[in-house]
Each structure stands twice: as structure tokens, then as C-alpha cells.
């Protein structure tokens, strides 16, 4: 199994950041990469769709208010993979000041290895929380 984690930490107390990127729904708040979804089966199923018209449908596996986290699985992308299950996760930062978004991954690649499936997810992590960074320091 492939794994990628990609972690930030902000200077935005973490229930602010969790109140961005907490809902199932809110990718298209924060992150350029994904200008639609739609949520389906009662909020659990998003499809999403990315700028060059791929689709994308995650189900909600896991959702933990208290805890700021939710995990999901991948069910239809164009990406190499199967068995995909990713947690986003927000914590209080060191000394509770701030924030540290972790996003995580597990995966079984298809047709590619499991370095070339860890290092698209480590990227498409990494571009993803660099962007919710960017959120923050609009003017």
C-alpha cells in the first residue's frame, strides 16, 4: 500500500480553519484545483470536477466535528489507484496558537508503481495545502 502526507501549519486558529475546509462540500472554497461539487446519497457522495473537466466521486467515510477530521475514499477518478482512503485533519497548533492541517493518504497503485502513485498524491497534498495557505493571505 502507497501512503502521502502533507502537513502546514497557519498562523489561523484551527476551529476558523476547520470552519473553511471541515465541510464535505467545501473543496471549492479553498482549493482552485477543484471550481465544483455536488453533493449526493444525503451529503455523503460529492462529485467533483476538476479544470480540465475530469470527474472525481469521493464518499464520506469517516466525519469527526470534535475531532476536525473527515476521511474518504475514492470511488471514480482518473488517477492510478484503488482502495484510496485519505483523512483531512485540522489540530490546535504548538501552544495553541495557530493551526496544522494534516492531509493523508493510503492507496494501492494501478499500472504505475507505488513511488509514482505516493508522489502524485504527494503533490496534489502538497499544491492543495499551499493553496488554503495562499486563502489566507489575500488581502
Known amino acids: 500500500m502507497a501512503k502521502a502526507l502533507s502537513t502546514i501549519d497557519l498562523p489561523i486558529p484551527a476551529e476558523d480553519v476547520w470552519s473553511l475546509i471541515g465541510g464535505f462540500d467545501s473543496l471549492p472554497d479553498w482549493l482552485p484545483y477543484i471550481p465544483k ?3 449526493h446519497e444525503g451529503g455523503r457522495v460529492r462529485h467533483l470536477a476538476n479544470p480540465d473537466g475530469g470527474v472525481i466521486v469521493e464518499r ?3 466525519f469527526d466535528e ?3 477530521s473527515y476521511s474518504y475514499h475514492i470511488l471514480q477518478s482518473p488517477f492510478p489507484q484503488k482502495d484510496y482512503l485519505s483523512t483531512l485533519t485540522v489540530k490546535e ?3 495553541g496558537n495557530g493551526s496544522r492541517v494534516e ?3 493510503e492507496f494501492t ?3 504505475v508503481s507505488e513511488e509514482e502513485v ?3 498524491f504527494q503533490g496534489i497534498y ?3 495545502l499551499k493553496a488554503l495557505k495562499a486563502h489566507y493571505e489575500k488581502p
Do not use: T
Open 118 to 120: 505516493s508522489k502524485l
Open 66 to 68: 470534535k475531532g476536525r
Open 37 to 39: 461539487s455536488e453533493l
Open 126 to 128: 502538497d499544491d492543495g
Open 93 to 95: 497548533g504548538d501552544g
Open 109 to 111: 497503485p494501478v499500472g
Open 103 to 105: 492531509w493523508s493518504g
Open 60 to 62: 464520506l467515510m469517516a
